[in-house]
């Protein structure tokens, strides 16, 4: 076979060619399955079947670097805390703290508002 495959439909030919001579295209399958996955992903075959088999490979291997590195990115960012997460923790500890200025203002001022009616009433009295 001289001429490049690069089609499902160059290669169907080139099997039915074959096919009238009475042989057939070696990995006939596995090369119509690897040029249907460059089809989807708008992959240029190259005319090979070793070719393609051997970029078909190295794509497989990038794609599985790349759900890897993925995958470990999310398990990082599950680790660590979320920045949402800690600026509410940090908005939450900020009200406590308003409130607790807040109840000892109010603690002292009625504190104060008691003792000097104490005083007064004792003075009337």
Do not use: R
Not at 15 to 26: F, M, W, Y
Not at 39 to 61: E, M
């Amino acid at each position: 076979m001289d001429e490049s495959i690069t089609s499902i439909d160059e290669l169907k030919k080139a099997q039915a060619a074959a096919q009238a001579q009475g042989t057939s295209i070696t990995n006939y399958n596995d090369w119509e399955n690897i040029l249907e996955d460059f089809d989807v992903a708008g992959i240029q075959s190259t005319g090979t079947y070793a070719g393609d088999v051997k970029l078909h490979s190295q794509i497989i291997n990038q794609v599985q670097d790349m759900i890897e590195q993925a995958q470990e990115e999310q398990q990082v960012q599950q680790l660590q805390p979320n920045n949402d997460d800690l600026s509410k923790l940090d908005n939450k500890t900020s009200q406590d703290s308003e409130q607790t200025i807040k109840a000892n203002v109010v603690n002292a001022t009625s504190s104060t508002i008691m003792a000097d009616y104490m005083k007064y009433y004792h003075l009337l009295s």
